[in-house]
């Protein structure tokens, strides 16, 4: 139980932090749109912030969110997550085939018909988050800000 909630905190966490990254963004740069005036009606949370920062703030070729293996990990997580909220954690032939698709371990309580997590899951969804939001600021703000290294720490 405690590894459910603890990728419906993970997942969460990443989206205030991007609800946040991308209001400050738009806050600091009045050249930009604002959000609800550009982004897709379907597209929720996770999936719209990273998709206006792919739009908004990406000024090298290569995508370094939105069509990447991480993106693709991060909506399996996304519909683990959904599953968990409101489908009760019960096991879906979609969500089996996704962890096929991307080569991923999932476990599975046949008896309960429940997906099954432990600790390592929970740390691999974090270090996504993690990466994640790294990508969003050195790939993304520090390219569209035009800032070359980390100010006030130490590089050595």
């Known amino acids: 139980m405690s590894c459910l909630a603890a990728i419906v905190m993970l997942l969460s966490l ?3 932090t991007l609800l946040r990254l991308t209001r400050e ?3 600091s740069d009045s050249d930009l749109p604002k959000l609800h005036d550009v ?3 379907k597209d929720n949370g996770i999936v719209k912030y990273l ?5 908004y703030i990406e000024k090298q070729e290569n995508q370094f969110i939105v069509g990447t293996q991480k993106y693709d990990l991060l909506m399996f ?4 997550r959904n599953n968990i909220v409101h489908n009760n954690n019960i096991i879906t ?5 996704d962890a096929k698709r991307l080569n991923m371990d999932i476990y599975t309580n046949k008896m309960a ?6 600790s390592e899951d929970v740390m ?4 996504l988050c993690g990466s994640t939001l790294d990508d969003c600021i050195e790939k993304g703000l520090y390219c569209y800000y035009s800032v070359d290294e980390i100010v006030g720490v130490d590089q050595s």
């Open 14 to 16: 990443l989206e205030s």
């Open 25 to 27: 963004l738009i806050e």
């Open 39 to 41: 982004m897709s009606r």
């Open 51 to 55: 998709k206006y920062f792919e739009k």
């Open 77 to 80: 997580w996304l519909k683990i």
């Open 93 to 97: 032939s979609e969500i089996l085939e």
């Open 113 to 118: 018909n429940k997906f099954s997590f432990n």
């Open 124 to 127: 691999a969804l974090g270090n």
